[in-house]
T-cell receptor, first 115, second 114 residues
């Protein structure tokens, strides 16, 4: 079945440091790929998505590129802020309209940014 | 913007009680989902519904049931709450066609069963 593996946390960075959170997946076909973010005490928010190979999703300074050849969707940000402290989830689903409605999540990576 | 609301942010119940968690979405989405989130286990799908009165089991349906009488509302029911159901419960919804792949989440309900 489908699966998502993301780097174990927690990750602690200083403000303005470069962030990479690795995510790899196993799936048949061409899944849609997502990064969700969960701030303390809140639900998940969609951060970015990509639906086909070489697509780059971006939002709030975060980026991730859909790499079919390495089955990866690594999250990056050039300069993190304290307000980016949260748990980040990588996820995949079947392509839009494919009929299966389920998301498969990684276990999450907790990021703490210190001033 | 899609808005998914859940009836309570925090809930404390006693073992054996019947518990109702309510979720409402305002985007006319066909699909709705219930997850639980536990440390070290990530998110696990309990049930989902792709239409009114329709439901499908997810990965961990035991001890739970659901109800979807109206399109915008999806309820999770714990028939007889147990301490191992203490968790964060998250509701989500998604559309149809090209919008099926993206789920929008509510703020979550943190349930404690004593």
């Amino acid at each position: 079945g489908d699966s998502v593996t993301q780097m174990e946390g927690p990750v602690t960075l200083s403000e303005e440091a470069f962030l990479t959170i690795n995510c790899t997946y196993t799936a048949t076909g061409y899944p849609s790929l997502f990064w969700y973010v969960q701030y303390p005490g809140e639900g998940l928010q969609l951060l970015l998505k990509a639906t086909k190979a070489d697509d780059k999703g971006s939002n709030k300074g975060f980026e991730a590129t859909y790499r079919k050849e390495t089955t990866s969707f690594h999250l990056e940000k050039g300069s993190v802020q304290v307000s980016d402290s949260a748990v980040y989830f990588c996820a995949l689903s079947d392509p839009p309209g494919a009929g299966s409605y389920q998301l498969t999540f990684g276990k999450g990576t907790k990021l703490s940014v210190i001033p | 913007d899609v808005k998914v609301t859940q009836s309570s942010r925090y809930l404390v119940k006693r073992t054996g009680e019947k518990v109702f968690l309510e979720c409402v979405q305002d985007m006319d989405h066909e699909n709705m989902f219930w997850y639980r989130q536990d440390p070290g286990l990530g998110l696990r799908l309990i049930y989902f519904s792709y239409d009114v009165k329709m439901k499908e089991k997810g990965d961990i349906p035991e001890g739970y049931s659901v109800s979807r009488e109206k399109k915008e509302r999806f309820s999770l029911i714990l028939e007889s709450a147990s301490t191992n159901q203490t968790s964060m419960y998250l509701c989500a919804s998604s559309g149809v066609g090209l919008a099926t792949d993206t789920q929008y989440f509510g703020p979550g309900t943190r349930l404690t069963v004593l």
